[in-house]
């Protein structure tokens, strides 16, 4: 997990990932208080940059190995990303997913070749019914976080951030990265420290689910009191991975909260001034960005929007918010 990591899973991803690109609005410049450039995860394959991680992971298995097939837990944006890797390769995918995943990421996955598990957050354990299913069939789990190879892969967005905002003049700011268990976040920060050291990570994330904040200010790792309950679903994880968190404290900056109307807002802003859908938890770093400008410094701000499934009703409602 370093930069070498990272160029080499840029290498795998050569020709099947999107470079996104950075987007700007005078507009939005305005409510931030500062020059604000918007990193479009939600404009890569599947709709969120997991397709990365998935790329890379699945890229790099021995081929034996892959053609059996793998298995995955995730409530929509990792099950798609590595539904299309496999289906790219040709190999089954089992996807563990929760019940109350929206319905959208469900279909999308299912669309996508995969085989949906469904199963109960607050009754039954992922991680048993996962680790069954891959013994039963002889499944290779790819993690959607905690995975060097994963890790990796989401770092190739960081390479890009590195090199999009040198050409935008841009040498010194905080990268708010939305952050579930911290793979993007980690592999944006690991790719950053080696290509672009004046820029500092920091994690956004739904207030009531900020463990990564949390664990940062502790100096160890916090997790979350509730396992739902929130409609930034994305990135709602119990606590920020094993391998992740040790690359978070040592290179993040604080982390930073939002609320659950701040990131309907931030949807709408997006769409109406960067013509970009986002989901829920894909919006909360630029939620951050536009209404916690007290919280940052600086003359410039980065941020990520990393996907864009949204379910249409939760789409219409931030819609249907009254102009800033």
Request: proline fraction near 6%; include cysteine.
């Amino acid at each position: 997990m370093d930069i070498t990591a990272i160029e080499a899973a840029a290498e795998r991803l050569k020709g099947h990932a999107r470079r996104t690109p950075l987007l700007s609005s005078p507009f939005l410049d305005r409510i931030a208080g500062r020059r604000l450039l918007v990193k479009a995860e939600c404009l890569q394959h599947t709709g969120s940059f997991k397709f990365r991680g998935a790329w890379s992971a699945l890229s790099a298995l021995d081929p034996d190995t892959r053609a059996k097939g793998v298995i995955a837990f995730s409530s929509g944006n990792h099950a798609q990303g590595v539904a299309a890797a496999a289906r790219a390769y040709g190999v089954p995918a089992v996807i563990v997913m929760p019940a109350d995943a929206p319905e959208a990421k469900v279909a999308g996955t299912r669309g996508l070749g995969a085989e949906v598990v469904l199963y109960d957050r607050a009754t039954q354990d992922r991680d048993a019914l996962g680790a069954q299913l891959a013994a039963e069939r002889g499944l290779t789990l790819i993690k959607p976080f905690d995975e060097p190879l994963v890790i990796a892969g989401q770092g190739t967005c960081g390479l890009e951030i590195a090199e999009q905002a040198a050409e935008a003049g841009v040498t010194e700011a905080d990268v708010l990265v939305c952050c579930g268990g911290g793979g993007l976040t980690s592999g944006i920060a690991l790719a950053l420290e080696a290509r672009a050291p004046g820029l500092r990570v920091r994690p956004a994330e739904p207030e009531g689910f900020d463990d990564v904040k949390r664990s940062l200010e502790a100096g160890r790792i916090e997790r979350n009191a509730a396992l739902s309950g929130n409609i930034c679903d994305a990135i709602i994880t119990p606590q920020p991975g094993n391998l992740t968190f040790p690359i978070l404290h040592r290179l993040c900056g604080p982390g930073l909260a939002v609320s659950e109307e701040e990131a309907l807002r931030a949807m709408r802003l997006a769409f109406r001034h960067l013509k970009i859908v986002a989901e829920p938890g894909g919006a909360v770093a630029l939620a951050a960005a536009l209404f916690r400008p007290s919280e940052i410094s600086g003359d410039a701000v980065i941020c990520t929007v990393s996907g864009g499934n949204v379910d249409p009703a939760i789409f219409a409602r931030a819609l249907a918010l009254p102009e800033e």
